[in-house]
């Protein structure tokens, strides 16, 4: 048999108080922020879709696939964005000077780095060629008619 003690104890923890605030805390910045970039963007949107067409579904399919994989690989590498703009600074000042510094280039032979470094150059330079590609719309020269 239950108990009365038992049966208010579980009712007293369960059941909101009287005058208890329940109101909701007000917005943060960044939320404000993101709810304007979102009205914005859905309007820009709207608009895109209207010049998409019978393609719409598969484009949007397919960003939605690429967001996802974007996601899983942001949190497997634990990236995220710089803090400051002084820490872009920062990291292209250090290239730079890296980058023209004839003893970088020197330990990076004698160490084997040069290796490393070749393989990252062909990296960026194929990312840029592929972003040349997807720009003119044809693998080879521009299409002029």
């Given at each position: 048999?239950?108990?009365?003690?038992?049966?208010?104890?579980?009712?007293?923890?369960?059941?909101?108080?009287?005058g208890?605030?329940?109101?909701t805390?007000?917005?943060?910045?960044?939320?404000?922020?993101?709810?304007?970039?979102?009205?914005?963007?859905?309007?820009?949107?709207?608009?895109?879709?209207?010049?998409?067409?019978?393609?719409?579904?598969?484009?949007?399919?397919?960003?939605?696939?690429?967001?996802?994989?974007?996601?899983?690989?942001?949190?497997?590498?634990?990236?995220?964005?710089?803090?400051s703009?002084d820490?872009?600074?920062?990291?292209?000042?250090?290239?730079?000077?890296?980058?023209?510094?004839?003893?970088?280039?020197?330990?990076?032979?004698?160490?084997?780095?040069?290796?490393?470094?070749?393989?990252?150059?062909?990296?960026?330079?194929?990312?840029?060629?592929?972003?040349?590609i997807?720009?003119?719309?044809?693998?080879v020269?521009?299409?002029?008619?």
């Open positions: 048999m239950l108990r009365v003690s038992a049966l208010r104890s579980a009712l007293r923890t369960t059941a909101p108080r009287r208890a605030a329940t109101s805390p007000p917005p943060s910045p960044l939320a404000e922020a993101q709810k304007k970039a979102q009205d914005l963007l859905s309007a820009v949107g709207g608009r895109l879709s209207g010049l998409l067409g019978s393609y719409q579904q598969p484009v949007r399919y397919n960003l939605s696939v690429a967001r996802e994989v974007f996601k899983h690989i942001y949190t497997a590498e634990r990236l995220q964005p710089p803090r703009l820490a872009v600074r920062s990291a292209y000042s250090t290239l730079f000077a890296r980058g023209s510094s004839v003893t970088f280039w020197r330990e990076a032979v004698r160490s084997g780095e040069w290796a490393r470094i070749g393989v990252y150059a062909v990296e960026a330079y194929g990312v840029f060629k592929i972003g040349e997807v720009g003119r719309r044809s693998l020269g521009y299409n002029v008619q």
